[in-house]
Structures are given as structure tokens and as C-alpha cells.
T-cell receptor, first 117, second 114 residues
Framework: GDSVTQMEGPVTLSEEAFLTINCTYT??????LFWYVQYPGEGLQLLLK?????DKGSNKGFEATYRKETTSFHLEKGSVQVSDSAVYFC????????????????FGRGTSLIVHP | EAGVTQFPSHSVIEKGQTVTLRCDPI?????LYWYRRVMGKEIKFLLH????????ESGMPNNRFLAERTGGTYSTLKVQPAELEDSGVYFC????????????FGNGTRLTVT
């Protein structure tokens, strides 16, 4: 079945440092890929997405490129801020309907990011 | 548009008691998902509704969990009787039925079973 693997956290950085959170996936066909962010006390919210190979999703200074050849969707930001401290989830949504007839979303374990001033 | 809302935000119950969680999806979203996250672990899929029909409940841990979505609007997830290992954050999400569509999550219900 589909799966998503994220790097273990927590990732601890100083403000203005460069961020990379690795994400690789296993899926049949051409899934859509997503990064979600969960700030303390809140639910997950969509950060960015890419729906086909070589697409780059971007939002709030974060970027991720859909790499089919390496089945990866790594999240990057050039200069992190304290306010970026959160848990980041990589996810995919299959392009094939599951037996139940839906496009089942699959999530990674989440990577906690802590940014110090 | 109003987002996904969940109630309650927190619940603390004793082992053996019953708890019912509620989720109101975004209007017009036929797909509704329940997920659970135990501290530091992955977001685990529980079940999926399309309108009022259960499409996939392969993630439901056992028969102590019962989910309903009467009329295809809001959904409830009942845990009866609750056990210690049921503690965690229960998320509800809704979406349109396209693979490119993201999920819209509620803020979750933090359940603590003591």
C-alpha cells in the first residue's frame, strides 16, 4: 500500500537558518503530494501541494518539489523564524481509487521543528 | 466558508466510561475522515465516509469504536467503553472527492482516559 516516510525529529535550528525536512513516498501511479503544518493547539492546515512531477509547491517562504525519479517531496525554507516552530506532516493522496471508491490520504509521522531566537 | 469544527476540544474520562466526539465538516464536502494521533506517532487513519456511507473503516481499532454520519452531514465517533490506550488526539477532516484536493482539518479532540 501507499506510505510516506519523514525524517525523525525534532529538528532544532536557530532563527534565519536553512531548513530541510526530508520526505519520501511509495505509491502506485501519480499521487498528489502535500505538506501540512500543525501549530501548537491547532489542527493541521495545508502548507503547500504539488499534483504532478516536477511541480513546485510554495507558500510562506516554504518550497517543495515533486521528484518522481527519487519519489521525494522535501520541504525547504531559506530562513526560518521562531514562528515556524510547529509539526510538519508530509502526505500523499493516491491517484487511484481505493477499493472503497475514494482517494485515501496517507500521512507521515510528522517532524517537529523548533526554532530558537 | 466555515471550517471543520470538532467538539469537544478536550475530554478527560475514566476507563470504562463512554465518550462521543462530534465533527461538522465543511458544507458540500462529501468526504469525511477520522484520524487519531498518539503522542509523537503517525496520524493513523480510522475511517472514511462518503456522504452517509462508510467507505473504509479498516483503521478502526476494535468494536468499542462506533462512527456514524446520519444524513451525510455531521459525524460522531463514540468510544464505549474507553480504555487507557484510546488516549490521543482525534482529528476529523473533510474534502472534495478529487485526488488533488487537500484535506481540511478540525482542531482535534484531545481525549485522555485515566
Amino acid at each position: 500500500g501507499d506510505s510516506v516516510t519523514q525524517m525523525e525529529g525534532p529538528v532544532t535550528l536557530s532563527e534565519e537558518a536553512f531548513l530541510t525536512i526530508n520526505c519520501t513516498y511509495t505509491a502506485t501511479g501519480y499521487p498528489s503530494l502535500f505538506w501540512y503544518v500543525q501549530y501548537p493547539g491547532e489542527g493541521l492546515q495545508l502548507l503547500l501541494k504539488a499534483t504532478k512531477a516536477d511541480d513546485k509547491g510554495s507558500n510562506k517562504g516554504f518550497e517543495a518539489t515533486y521528484r518522481k525519479e527519487t519519489t521525494s517531496f522535501h520541504l525547504e525554507k531559506g530562513s526560518v523564524q521562531v514562528s515556524d516552530s510547529a509539526v510538519y506532516f508530509c502526505a500523499l493522496r493516491s491517484s487511484s481509487r481505493a477499493s472503497g471508491g475514494s482517494y485515501i490520504p496517507t500521512f507521515g509521522r510528522g517532524t517537529s521543528l523548533i526554532v530558537h531566537p | 466558508e466555515a471550517g471543520v469544527t470538532q467538539f469537544p476540544s478536550h475530554s478527560v474520562i475514566e476507563k470504562g466510561q463512554t465518550v462521543t466526539l462530534r465533527c461538522d465538516p465543511i458544507s458540500g464536502h462529501d468526504n469525511l475522515y477520522w484520524y487519531r494521533r498518539v503522542m509523537g506517532k503517525e496520524i493513523k487513519f480510522l475511517l472514511h465516509f462518503v456522504k452517509e456511507s462508510k467507505q473504509d473503516e479498516s483503521g478502526m481499532p476494535n468494536n468499542r469504536f462506533l462512527a456514524e454520519r446520519t444524513g451525510g452531514t455531521y459525524s460522531t465517533l463514540k468510544v464505549q467503553p474507553a480504555e487507557l490506550e484510546d488516549s490521543g488526539v482525534y482529528f476529523c477532516a473533510s474534502s472534495q472527492d478529487r485526488p488533488q484536493s487537500p484535506l481540511h482539518f478540525g482542531n482535534g479532540t484531545r481525549l485522555t482516559v485515566t
